[in-house]
């Protein structure tokens, strides 16, 4: 099972950039759809990005053309550049392992820590 451990959060204002990594060890990462999810306060978690083994990548309406998800296989780590940064873009941030089924993508392994991402106004 992927292990992974989430960095890269911090406070930053409004129009600012983060990137964040998710380092990955315990199996063949090459071979692994990652996610990123985000958690706000109150809400329920939802899927930012997602990029395929293959390195194709999808992303959330609100994320499009801000944030761009990026992977390197050599270190074992999948980025989440964040671009532009929001208000609404403040909240915990986790990568995870994502399996396929019938065309759909779900999240699976265990969830890390996280890292909070706070953008001011």
């Known amino acids: 099972q992927v292990r992974l451990v989430e960095s890269g959060g911090g406070l930053v204002q409004a129009g600012g950039s983060l990137r964040l990594s998710c380092a990955a060890s315990g199996s063949d990462f090459r071979v692994n759809h990652m996610g990123w999810y985000r958690r706000a306060p109150g809400k329920q978690r939802e899927l930012v990005a997602r990029i395929t083994?293959?390195?194709?990548?999808?992303?959330?309406?609100s994320v499009k053309g801000r944030f761009t998800v990026a992977r390197d296989n050599a270190k074992n780590t999948v980025y989440?550049?964040?671009?532009?940064?929001?208000?609404?873009?403040?909240?915990?941030?986790?990568?995870?392992?994502?399996?396929?089924?019938?065309?759909?993508y779900y999240p699976t392994g265990s969830w890390g820590q996280g890292t909070q991402v706070t953008v001011s106004s």
Request: net charge negative.
């Open 53 to 61: 083994s293959a390195g194709s990548t999808n992303y959330a309406d």
């Open 80 to 104: 989440l550049q964040m671009n532009s940064l929001k208000p609404e873009d403040t909240a915990v941030y986790y990568c995870i392992g994502m399996t396929v089924l019938a065309g759909t």
